[in-house]
């Protein structure tokens, strides 16, 4: 046999053989994985997506739209997006000398502008006085029905010696107003039967000179009176004290995705930090400690953020985005100490730490490089959903009063804001409120995608 | 289950404490205090307060005087609200805010298990998905939007029926309460509708399901008698937490329903630095949020035997 009395054929390189198929796919980190995991979500990149837009229009966005947004367009308050926004040049106001004009009944004097709207009617026979009423909404009641309230807001009550007519210039809005006249009998008693009603458009008008201030009148060509002009174009309309909506908008993102991810960041640190010293050393210092964070856990937060946040004051000038910031991370991060402190001690006991050890790595080492990167997921899953928690606590303590000081805008202020005038112009409550709804939504979805990717005991049950 | 529940106790007491210790420190760091408005003029006068409210005493024993008032229940009378005493405020307003919050819980549990279920039972298809939509929007709309949303819809609705069926806003009868309290619960049904979702496919591929099923039981009795009973332990777990978050989270509702609750007041007392109200309402609130969650978790130990044993 030849293994007996090996040969020289024996000791020569055997024959190449031909290639087989590589079934070797390439080889992934761990991050690598993740984000391929991720890119497979449809959900969390389109959240990913609307994030990374988000931060464009925070960051970019007041750039390309170089517009204060504390500047007041008070010709166009509470203009809803996309309102006609021409206006008639007219003459300066002259006082009204109450001419005689032709027609019956309750009419217009001249054309409605609002600059003013000058009604006139005629006599009444038992009328002592007229009372004179505007209203935004159409006359829903007949008018036999005595109601007060229907007629909207009183403006005047007119004696007859000083004639038949009203002139109102109180905050004319380029709107259809209902006026109502309505005659007042004896004992002040409102004849509702005899009351008249008209239905006035009015039209934007500015004068020439208030125009050119504004820089509304092109210096080329001659604007005189009964021309046409644009007024400053607000795309997402504007407040109700003229402020630019989109603006206040974008310089809004800047505080709420300020709070939204610094605040979360920084209490995660700390947590990191705080749970993996409780978790590394163990004992009766790893008890104190997460006592200490039962205890922090158990105060009631919006009690306390209100409470921390008076506490660090807002000084004149400042818009109190720093008081909140740190009342958020001195409130949030034992949730995160909990989570990475039971992870280390999970880890700490894993056969490849122990392995690790037997050969001789360092702490140093253990720390750098199993502990740490096999934490990374976890605490990134956590940021994630730490974030849209954080937006919703700004936007809350903005709502209430005790957010950001009024003059900086942030979506909880502008909602607080738009909340009022919920009913007239609704742009004003809906424009922020999609704002923090479509963010938080972001952040929900694409830490749901974080948590499917990064981590596979966490991942949720489809 | 005595020892657990006498240490559960003990640890709460000991909650309540650093929260009013906390609070007290806190609102003494704050610059300024309620005496530094308009009421004292002159320097007599001032003395004459601070003695009046024992602000002239050193810290360490305002502090001794504090605990030993909250120890004895005295909360101490207002600053800003002449000769109001805070247990009268807290009296007088907290229930307010607790049948808001009892309901809103009861709305949030009931929603958030029927909703739940029935996304587990109709898996991946059409109900499923709908109600999982609306939970993720339910998650992200803040509740001020939805109390705004819910008082749009009253108004359209009952000027559309031309009678008031339920009122906008305001308090006073079981109407006044319903829109604001589902309000209220509603981000707490979304989660709590995820929370029973996960724990319902969990219960459906347990061995104990499948026994039944080899048994022959019939569909409906494995749903309710094994799957539901089951899945529900997860979600009694979180009430005690959930019922924090609605409690606290009621002052947005009560502020757009104009519900005079406690928390508006707290608000006000912190914008007046008005100690004794503020002090009173931390504590109390701080108090009655630790032992909900330890009743919430007591309860849980009755109906789940297993946790007892610790």
Known sequence: ?462 | MWRYTLKRLIQGLITVWFIATTTFFVMHFVPGDPLSDARATSEQIRENLEARYGLDKPLYQQYYIYLRNIASGDLGISFTQQNREVNDIIREHFPVSAALGVLAVVFAALGGILWGALTALFRNRMPDVVIMFLVVLGVSVPSFVFAALGQLSLVTLNDWLGVSVLPVAGWGSVQHLLVPALVLGLGTMAFLTRLMRSSMLEVTNADYVRTAKAKGLNATQIFIRHQLRNAILPVITVLGPAIATITTGGFVVELVFAIPGLGRFFVQSVQQLDYTVIMGTTVFYGGFLVFMVIAVDLVYGLIDPRVRVE
Not at chain 1, 150 to 164: H, R, Y
Not at chain 1, 230 to 252: F, I, K, S, V
Request: hydrophobic residues 45%; glycine residues 8%; charged residues 15%.
């Open chain 1, 1 to 462: 046999m030849s293994t007996a009395n090996p040969s020289e054929l024996d000791f020569s390189p055997a024959p190449e053989r031909a290639p087989q198929a590589r079934l070797v796919r390439p080889s992934l980190s761990y991050w690598q994985d993740a984000w391929r995991r991720l890119r497979l979500n449809p959900r969390a990149m389109i959240s990913l997506a609307i994030v990374v837009g988000l931060l464009v229009f925070t960051l970019v966005g007041p750039m390309l739209w170089r517009l204060d947004p504390a500047n007041q367009d008070l010709e166009q308050l509470s203009i809803p997006p996309g309102a006609a926004r021409t206006a008639h040049i007219v003459e300066p106001y002259t006082a009204w000398r109450r001419e005689a004009t032709p027609g019956t009944g309750l009419r217009l004097a001249s054309e409605a502008t609002t600059q003013s709207v000058r009604l006139v009617w005629d006599a009444h026979p038992s009328a002592r006085a007229f009372e004179v009423f505007r209203d935004i909404y159409p006359p829903t009641h007949p008018p036999t029905q005595s109601t007060q309230d229907a007629l909207g807001i009183p403006l005047g009550e007119i004696s007859p010696q000083d004639g038949l007519a009203f002139e109102d210039r109180l905050a004319l809005e380029p709107i259809t107003y209902y006026y109502h006249v309505v005659p007042v009998g004896a004992g002040n008693r409102l004849l509702s039967d005899a009351r008249e009603t008209i239905e006035v458009e009015v039209t934007r008008a500015i004068t020439l000179e208030e125009a050119t201030q504004r820089g509304l009148v092109s210096t080329g060509k001659k604007t005189q009176v009964g021309d046409e002009v644009e007024l400053a174009w607000h795309p997402l309309g504007t407040d109700y004290l003229g402020r630019d909506m989109l603006a206040r908008l974008m310089y809004g993102a800047r505080v709420s995705l300020f709070i939204g991810i610094v605040a979360p960041f920084l209490y995660v640190l700390l947590g990191v930090a705080y749970g993996s010293l409780a978790g590394f050393v163990g004992g009766a210092t790893d008890q104190t400690l997460m006592r200490f964070a039962d205890f922090v856990v158990a105060l009631p937060f919006l009690l306390f953020m209100i409470l921390f946040k008076v506490l660090f004051g807002i000084g004149p000038g400042e818009s109190g985005i720093i008081p909140m910031l740190i009342a958020l991370v001195i409130l949030g991060w034992p949730a995160t100490a909990r989570l990475v402190r039971g992870q280390i001690l999970q880890i700490r006991e894993e056969s490849y730490v122990s392995a690790a050890r037997l050969m001789g790595s360092p702490t140093g080492y253990l720390i750098a490089r199993h502990m740490i990167p096999n934490t990374l997921g976890v605490i990134l899953v956590t940021l994630t959903f730490a974030i849209p928690s954080a937006i919703f606590t700004e936007a809350f303590l903005s709502f209430i009063g005790m957010g950001v000081a009024p003059p900086t805008p942030s979506w909880g202020s502008m909602s607080n804001e738009g909340i009022k005038t919920m009913l007239v112009s609704p742009h004003e409550l809906i424009l922020p409120a999609i704002f923090i709804s479509v963010t938080v939504l972001a952040f929900n979805l694409l830490g749901d995608g974080l948590r499917d990717a990064l981590d596979a005991r966490m991942r949720s049950v489809e």
